[in-house]
């Protein structure tokens, strides 16, 4: 092996630490940027980043594949010579920015299409991106023995932070998609540079010319046990499945946007760095500690339910994650071996990873009718760290020791993992059905409360309430909840147009409450993103087989619909899709607004339900009709238990000011005021409009 000299030394340094810092802030840049861009294709669903990340994690766990069996099985200048190759092949197939003949039908799987999609477009360059930081960490470690290559480990730790902060932060709010994607495109062609330029280092390794030489000179670390390698999957799957848990729970309360994707992952690297940078941030006892209170408050905030405030329940789910992750991370750091099993180590982490991927992403939706994975997170989070505890030998806890400890330790968390378990089933057990599929959880309860003529029956997704029906016969047409006859939407549907025949278009399904205002010769056409909301709709509802009017369903995302359609000239058109209670950003864009003009007719009125526990969203919908050249009013109705309506808002858009028939009476019209916010594609901000 050559010797270099300390100015030589010095640049192979600093060309391993940019190429690897470049490399991950390349790598989690991309995730964001092609989420973002393929979100409004797949409905805006908290699903559509679950499966991301799953794609994410899997390839790079395939990188560490790679980055093990060469490093274990090939000589050095195979090793370079394969992975020039790679680079060459990768950047031939840039840029990664996806056709628009990837754009799914009604007909299609949501989640193979994602897949698919993002293997033909970031694949490659994806997979090249993952296996380098072990690679290029294995390489430096033979040319530099005796230095430490865990420190370009947190080095790339920080470049991933970077990019993640970066992202919603300066590119987002300035570049639009595209311009980013090509941006990336040619960071990734600098990037294989200089990883052509690390490869190229490794043919001076002459005298290294097997990998399975002896290197216990370089390092005589012991070989790992299975019990140390279960551990450290064990540790990694359980961060990773806090992380997608804790982010699916705050999208479907919030909304579906790169900012609270890229918070949670923030965190999660956060403590990647901490955990790798230095033993000195990780002390066991006080995270423990941290860990065990903040899951506790996981635990009340979930049987609290929406009684606790938006922000409060954002900074506890995000709080008990991070703990978790610094206890998972710093106990993996604690345990990591020599040099010589560095690949092992970070092979069997991205494993972990993926297994968490895969159990948030694939499994769990398939095994649970409802969102479980948090409350089994919590569990596996305490159960793995009492593992790591009981195994450690420096531990207060070690093999089992004191008894009496235990046997508490044992006694709460039995209690807790009872209270979970309780609180997961009492959310499906009184229901009529319950439906679990991309899109979400939903489910068909009874509201019996001994008086026949108020019993009514619900459709539930998450927490939310979209839709109910009285049970008596004699009530089954009274329009309820959000669509009552003092409503916004109830009085278009009642007075705009009335005897005349009229084409009305309603974006998401909802239990098919409209229908009941249609009249003989109208044609109502229903956009519904949801197979299975059409599906219950249709059996446990007659909204839709009673109305006199002529009904037609689409199905696939109404956006997307819209676009493909000729102009609709709509008398009526009401956005009401929500997933959750969260925001479908992407249908309350300046883009989506001049979309919905395109089929209104020339006196049609556009009717945007704009209700929500959490955000006022007024000034956007305000800005979005200024933009379009439209006159909004926005109409609040009260609460009636005798008509089973709710407290709701809707704003009112159309070219000419909104008839009188209508307004006059409105129960009550909101003050609009002057503030107003114009929501892109490339840019919406949650938090000017929190309430």
Not at 7 to 31: E, K, M, N
Not at 71 to 88: C, D, E, F, K
Not at 517 to 537: C, H, M, S, T, W
Not at 579 to 584: E, H
Request: include cysteine.
């Amino acid at each position: 092996m050559t010797t270099d000299s300390p100015r030589s030394s010095r640049l192979l340094l600093l060309l391993f630490a940019t190429t690897i810092f470049t490399s991950a802030f390349l790598l989690f840049q991309v995730q964001p940027l092609i989420s973002k861009f393929i979100l409004p294709w797949f409905g805006g669903s908290p699903a559509v980043w679950s499966t991301c990340m799953l794609f994410f994690q899997v390839v790079l766990f395939a990188g560490y594949v790679y980055a093990h069996l060469t490093t274990q099985h090939l000589s050095p200048r195979w090793q370079a010579g394969l992975h020039i190759v790679l680079l060459l092949v990768a950047a031939l197939l840039l840029p990664i920015t996806p056709d628009d003949a990837w754009k799914p039908d009604g007909a299609s799987d949501p989640g193979l299409r994602i897949v698919l999609l993002l293997t033909m477009c970031v694949g490659l360059p994806y997979f090249i991106l993952s296996s380098t930081g072990p690679l290029l960490q294995r390489w430096f470690s033979l040319q530099a023995p005796g230095v430490s290559p865990y420190r370009l480990y947190a080095l790339s730790n920080v470049g991933s932070l970077l990019a993640l902060i970066s992202f919603p932060f300066v590119f987002e709010p300035v570049l639009a998609s595209p311009t980013q994607a090509s941006i990336w495109s040619w960071g990734f062609r600098a990037f294989a540079v200089f990883c052509a330029a690390c490869a190229c280092r490794m043919f001076r390794m002459k005298n290294l010319t097997s990998p399975t030489e002896d290197v216990s000179a370089l390092d005589d670390s012991p070989a790992p046990t299975w019990a140390d390698r279960a551990t450290w999957f064990g540790l990694a799957m359980v961060a990773s499945v806090m992380l997608l848990a804790t982010t699916n729970q705050v999208c479907l309360d919030i909304a579906t946007v790169p900012f609270l994707w890229i918070l949670p992952l923030t965190l999660y690297l956060m403590s990647f760095i901490l955990c790798f940078d230095a033993d000195r941030w990780y002390s066991r006892n006080w995270y423990v500690a941290l860990l065990v209170l903040s899951l506790l408050a996981v635990v009340k905030t979930l049987l609290s339910g929406s009684t606790v405030s938006i922000v409060l329940q954002v900074s506890i789910y995000l709080s008990a994650m991070f703990f978790c992750c610094m206890v998972c991370h710093g106990e993996l750091s604690r345990q990591k071996p020599g040099s010589r099993h560095l690949t092992q180590f970070f092979l069997l982490m991205s494993a972990g990873g993926a297994g968490g991927g895969l159990f948030v992403g694939l499994l769990a939706p398939n095994m649970f009718p409802a969102y479980w994975e948090l409350h089994i997170g919590i569990v596996a989070c305490l159960l793995v760290t009492l593992l790591v505890l009981f195994r450690d030998r420096t531990s207060y806890f070690y093999q089992g020791q004191p008894r009496p400890a235990w046997m508490m330790i044992a006694l709460w968390v039995s209690i807790l993992a009872w209270s979970l378990q309780s609180h997961a089933r009492e959310g499906v057990q009184s229901a009529i059905e319950v439906s679990r599929n991309f899109y979400g959880v939903l489910q068909i309860e009874d509201d019996l409360d001994g008086d026949t003529t108020t019993n009514r029956r619900g459709m539930f997704h998450g927490s939310i309430l979209h839709g109910t029906q009285f049970l008596a016969e004699d009530k089954r047409k009274v329009p309820t909840t959000y669509y009552g006859t003092k409503s916004g939407v109830g009085l278009v549907m009642q007075y705009h147009r009335v005897g005349l025949e009229r084409r009305i278009g309603v974006v998401g399904l909802g239990v098919g409450t409209l229908a009941t205002y249609g009249q003989k010769d109208d044609l109502i056409r229903f956009y519904e993103i949801n197979p299975e909301v059409i599906r219950l709709a249709k059996r446990y509802f007659t909204f839709l087989s009673a109305t006199e009017s002529t009904t037609d369903m689409i199905l696939g995302d109404a956006r997307l619909s819209l676009e493909h359609e000729e102009p609709q000239n709509y008398d009526i058109l009401v956005l009401d899709a929500f997933s959750g209670d969260a925001i479908p950003t992407h249908l309350l864009t300046r883009e989506a607004a001049h979309l919905y003009k395109r089929h209104l007719s020339d006196d049609g009125v556009l009717c945007i339900h704009i209700s929500n526990l959490h955000f006022d969203l007024r000034p956007v919908v305000l800005g979005l009709g200024n933009d379009i050249g439209l006159h909004s009013v926005c109409v609040q109705s009260s609460a009636d238990t005798s008509q089973g309506t709710t407290l709701c808002h809707w704003m009112l858009l159309s070219r000419q000011p909104i008839p009188k028939s209508i307004v006059s009476r409105a129960e009550e019209l909101d003050e609009l005021g002057e503030s107003e916010l114009l929501w892109t594609d490339e840019w919406s901000n949650l938090l000017s409009v929190l309430r």
